[in-house]
T-cell receptor, first 112, second 109 residues
Framework: DAGITQSPRYKITETGRQVTLMCHQTWSHSYMFWYRQDLGHGLRLIYY???????DKGEVPDGYVVSRSKTENFPLTLESATRSQTSVYFC???????????FGPGTRLTVT | GQNIDQPTEMTATEGAIVQINCTYQTSGFNGLFWYQQHAGEAPTFLSYNVLDGLEEKGRFSSFLSRSKGYSYLLLKELQMKDSASYLC??????????WGAGTKLIIKP
């Protein structure tokens, strides 16, 4: 059981396009998180969700939109992709806001 | 501001012991995590400390001193598969994780 799955694993898109990264969990975690990871930086929180229909901004939310209509899905949308959004994106789940987080395999996004 | 400091890179020899340090300055403190991340893969949980002292888990141990804002991860009997990045992360007063940039550990035979 993979727990947290992400799709696509790799994506190349052009500046200005809208792109959605999918995250699906099978473990019924209450909390879900979206991070980006860039060289020289720690993981930076984009958005998180405490439950279905409850989302909140993290450290770097600008240019991103999330939704969580179902507990198991937490898609991340880049409304108009920019080169600065080239990164590796990780989705994670947890039973609490301060508990151990379980990460998906990541999506490597390149914006040209 | 909030800050987590770790060395960028460390090198150690197979079979030896290595200590990876992490110092933190956060608004409030509700615990500290260590994660391991192999190149191209997702982070995986190693340890969690919220009280001062040493937590031992097999070849890996993690230490915390809240008064000094300091933690370390100790890896014993190093194996080649331990080559990875080690991420330190603190839970702040808002119960959000603040992550360090990670320490890349290179193991040489």
């Amino acid at each position: 059981d993979a727990g947290i799955t992400q799709s696509p694993r790799y994506k190349i898109t052009e500046t200005g396009r809208q792109v959605t990264l999918m995250c699906h969990q099978t473990w019924s975690h209450s909390y879900m998180f979206w991070y980006r990871q860039d060289l020289g930086h720690g993981l930076r929180l984009i958005y998180y969700s405490a439950a279905a229909d409850i989302t909140d901004k993290g450290e770097v939310p600008d240019g991103y939109v999330v939704s969580r209509s179902k507990t198991e899905n937490f898609p991340l949308t880049l409304e108009s992709a920019t080169r600065s959004q080239t990164s590796v994106y990780f989705c994670a789940g947890s039973s609490s806001d301060q508990g151990e987080q379980y990460f998906g395999p990541g999506t490597r996004l390149t914006v040209t | 501001g909030q800050n987590i400091d770790q060395p960028t890179e460390m090198t150690a020899t197979e079979g030896a012991i290595v200590q990876i340090n992490c110092t933190y300055q956060t608004s409030g403190f509700n615990g500290l995590f260590w994660y391991q991340q192999h190149a191209g893969e997702a982070p995986t949980f190693l340890s969690y400390n919220v009280l001062d002292g040493l937590e031992e888990k097999g070849r890996f141990s993690s230490f915390l001193s809240r008064s000094k804002g300091y933690s370390y991860l100790l890896l014993k009997e190093l194996q080649m598969k331990d080559s990875a990045s080690y991420l330190c992360a603190c839970v702040d007063s808002n119960y959000q994780l603040i992550w360090g940039a990670g320490t890349k550990l290179i193991i040489k035979p």
